[in-house]
């Protein structure tokens, strides 16, 4: 099994930046795609960013494309996000996804491993 832990969620203002970060530990996979997800009460997980297994192509939710930075760190077994200009309409909770594929999009429906998610909230 593979476990993920997201961090770096917190309290932001519109227009700031945060980082956050997920470490995957256990019997990792030599080639998986890695993603994040958002949710908020009421609405299904949706799609934010995804990153191939070798770093060299990168997929973007719409609504954060040139705001959101994906990137990973293998020797690190880590995926980060950077977010910045960040909007209140991006506060969710926002969870790290593996699946064991070659794939750079990664799909919610594919996901072999979530993390437990970390809260950003976004004030105006």
């Known amino acids: 099994q593979v476990q993920l832990v997201e961090s770096g969620g917190g309290l932001v203002q519109a227009g700031g930046s945060l980082r956050l970060s997920c470490v995957a530990s256990?019997?990792?996979?030599?080639?998986?795609?890695m993603g994040w997800f958002r949710q908020t009460p009421g609405k299904e997980r949706e799609f934010v960013a995804s990153?191939?297994?070798?770093?060299?192509?990168?997929y973007y939710a719409d609504s954060v494309k040139g705001r959101f930075t994906i990137s990973r760190d293998n020797a690190k077994n880590t995926m980060y996000l950077q977010m910045n200009s960040l909007k209140p309409e991006d506060t969710a909770v926002y969870y790290c996804?593996?699946?064991?594929?070659?794939?750079?999009?990664?799909?919610?429906?594919?996901?072999?491993?979530w993390g437990k998610g970390t809260l950003v909230t976004v004030s105006s």
């Open positions: 990153i191939r297994w070798s770093g060299d192509s990168t």
């Open positions: 996804a593996v699946e064991n594929s070659e794939v750079a999009r990664v799909t919610a429906g594919r996901v072999d491993y």
């Open positions: 256990g019997r990792t996979f030599s080639r998986y795609a």
